[in-house]
T-cell receptor
């Protein structure tokens, strides 16, 4: 089956610093990648949708200048949390979809803790 | 508006059968997914229904009635490892996923 990886799997950073999370589709071309955030005991919340080679579409309430998304190739998307604050601590999950496939394949997630 | 309702928590006994219901109201419909999510992990795909009826896959079955805006996930021969959250997810007319809050299933020996 299709495999999506994320790196790092967990990260601890200090308030005010920036953190980059990578999402890679390992054995397929992901024309669309999705970034989700999940707080404890809550469902996944879609942050943004990115299509390869174009700007990401952010959901309402998600600051595009704070959460920078780059989808430069068909196998890689990155999410950069800029000037992180403790309230940004969360579980960030990416997923990817092939052009012809309805299913989204999820990465294992990245747990971010901002101290 | 868009709304997905599923019970917050359910408890069942190992070896038994449990049915998790989901009702929805969304703008457009391009299918319904069920995902399983263990604590601290990403969701894993269980099933996809786009036509009315029952889809069976091993111990898990998923049913859809589009006219009623209703689906259920049926888990048979429950095992302790089935303890997880089960998420009902709708794909809307723009092919975006709308996530339910999930049902936490607790399996007791």
């Amino acid at each position: 089956g299709a495999v999506v990886s994320q790196h790092p799997s967990w990260v601890i950073c200090k308030s005010g610093t920036s953190v980059k999370i990578e999402c890679r589709s390992l054995d397929f071309q992901a024309t669309t990648m999705f970034w989700y955030r999940q707080f404890p005991k809550q469902s996944l919340m879609l942050m943004a949708t990115s299509n390869e080679g174009s700007k990401a579409t952010y959901e309402q309430g998600v600051e595009k200048d704070k959460f920078l998304i780059n989808h430069a190739s068909l196998t890689l998307s990155t999410l950069t949390v800029t000037s992180a604050h403790p309230e940004d601590s969360s579980f960030y999950i990416c997923s990817a979809r092939e052009r012809t496939d309805y299913e989204q394949y999820f990465g294992p997630g990245t747990r971010l803790t901002v101290t | 508006g868009q709304n997905i309702d599923q019970p917050t928590e359910m408890t069942a006994t190992e070896g038994a059968i449990v049915q998790i219901n989901c009702t929805y109201q969304t703008s457009g419909f391009n299918g319904l997914f069920w995902y399983q999510q263990h604590a601290g992990e990403a969701p894993t795909f269980l099933s996809y229904n786009v036509l009315d009826g029952l889809e069976e896959k091993g111990r898990f079955s998923s049913f859809l009635s589009r006219s009623k805006g209703y689906s259920y996930l049926l888990l048979k021969e429950l095992q302790m490892k089935d303890s997880a959250s089960y998420l009902c997810v709708i794909m809307d007319s723009n092919y975006q996923l709308i996530w339910g809050a999930g049902t936490k299933l607790i399996i007791k020996p």
